[in-house]
């Protein structure tokens, strides 16, 4: 609903525009009352809007989001100098991790629950970002600028984290972060 007090006679209409262009492009869909949860919208269907009184308006939306709300973390598990650790994973399915790795080689590698994840060609401190929910790897360099690093991992597929306990053994990392964007 759209309520105002208005002058200008198309003010509803003008806003109804904005909403609707800012609705066509939303990625996510948040509650308040649920606040680092998200859903991912799928599809939106915007109805006709109705005008019929200058100060109200209203309109219609259905969204169509993906199975499972996704717990969206603010601050990564940061494991320093790792060698081998266990992260717990308490997401209702497998979850699609961002993993952050900080090489102190040009290569190195790190092993999730028997899958090997390989990277060569790095250049030493430089942050390399697996984005396995959007199948991305790349840098985010100081200027903004994001560089495609898809060339320097040698494996072609994208880490999944399982249910409950996953295991990393890692060779020539300074660092690693992972947000595990688990589901529920």
């Known amino acids: 609903n759209y309520l105002e007090d208005v002058e200008d006679h198309q003010a509803f209409k003008q806003s109804f525009y904005i909403m609707r262009h800012w609705l066509n492009y939303a990625k996510k869909l948040e509650f308040s009352d649920d ?3 998200y859903y991912v919208i799928q599809t939106i269907d915007i109805g006709d809007a109705e005008n019929d009184i200058v100060e109200w308006g209203e309109f219609d939306v259905n969204i169509t989001a993906k199975p499972f709300a996704r717990v969206q973390e603010d601050v ?19 979850s699609f991790p961002k993993i952050i790795i900080t090489p102190s080689a040009t290569s190195c590698q790190f092993i999730l629950n028997d899958y090997v994840f390989n990277f060569e060609g790095l250049v030493v401190g430089t942050d390399i970002v697996i984005d396995s929910d959007l199948m991305l790897c790349y840098e985010e360099q100081s200027d903004g600028d994001i560089l495609d690093r898809s060339n320097k ?13 996953n295991h990393f053994n890692c060779t020539g990392l300074s660092k690693i972060q992972i947000y595990r964007n688990g589901l529920r």
């Open 35 to 37: 606040p680092n949860v």
């Open 76 to 94: 990564p598990i940061t494991v320093d100098k790792p060698q081998s650790f266990s992260l717990l994973n308490n997401s209702l399915e497998e």
């Open 153 to 165: 991992m040698k494996t072609m597929q994208y880490p999944t984290l399982q249910v409950d306990i």
